[in-house]
């Protein structure tokens, strides 16, 4: 059964950077038919798309947060990763990372989620 | 960007009885679109996929329509593990966008 989860700081400053990581585990992250990607979910909110990335490398943002996000993957360690630089209190979420599934080639639905990290922005 | 906008923002509904969701894409998605359950404290769990295909362990009594701008979330007969919120997704194009989402509560 695959399995992801999140690691990473609860609390991160002002102005600082965020980071997260998402382990893979019961399944490979190299494999053709999937993207990985990160949303958020700010304290009884909706869901807000951060960014996806393939096993390759080739990734996509969210216009809104592209100039301070990078995701990166580690397909050694069968891990991607999750900075996002210049953090505010509007920042402070729940973190997922999770599992998009392609289909005939095309994107498709998000079939695994992590448990979610809540990460908060306060000095 | 493409925008999603639920309605209604709740719906109240009573065990056994039918509740539709409704989903609006700004530009057409074709069939592009995901619904994704959601219980407090919880991630997220896929309901529907391709408009109208259910996810794997989703029961019969979930049901996905539409296509172009106009879609709908059918649950025939609501159930009490089936309160919750709902949201739409679209992945026709990048940037990946939700739905606001739609609570689903008992009347």
């Known amino acids: 059964q695959l399995q992801l989860q999140e690691s990473g700081p609860g609390l991160v400053k002002p102005s600082e950077t965020l980071s997260l990581t998402c382990t893979v585990s019961g399944g490979s992250i190299s494999f053709s038919s999937y993207y990985w990607g990160w949303i958020r979910q700010p304290p009884g909110k909706g869901l807000e798309w951060i960014g996806n990335i393939y096993f390759s490398g080739s990734s996509y943002y969210n216009p809104s947060l592209k100039s301070r996000v990078t995701i990166s993957v580690d397909t050694s360690m069968n891990q991607f990763s999750l900075r996002l630089s210049s953090v505010t209190a509007a920042d402070t979420a729940v973190y997922y990372c999770?599992?998009?599934?392609?289909?005939?080639?095309?994107?498709?639905?998000?079939?695994?989620w992590g448990q979610g990290s809540l990460v908060t922005v306060s000095s | 960007e493409i925008v999603m906008t639920q309605s209604p923002a709740t719906l109240s509904v009573s065990p056994g009885e039918r509740a539709t969701l409704s989903c609006r894409a700004s530009q057409s998605i074709n069939s592009n679109l995901a619904w994704y359950q959601q219980k407090p404290g919880q991630a997220p769990r896929l309901v529907i996929y391709?408009?109208?295909t259910r996810a794997t362990g989703i029961p019969a009594r979930f049901s996905g329509s539409g296509s172009g701008t106009e879609f709908t979330l059918t649950i025939s007969s609501l159930q009490s593990e089936d309160f919750a919120v709902y949201y739409c997704?679209?992945?026709?194009?990048?940037?990946?966008?939700f739905g606001g989402g739609i609570k689903v509560e008992i009347k």
């Open positions: 999770a599992r998009h599934q392609i289909r005939d080639l095309s994107l498709s639905g998000i079939d695994y």
């Open positions: 997704q679209q992945y026709n194009i990048w940037p990946l966008t």
């Open positions: 391709g408009a109208s």
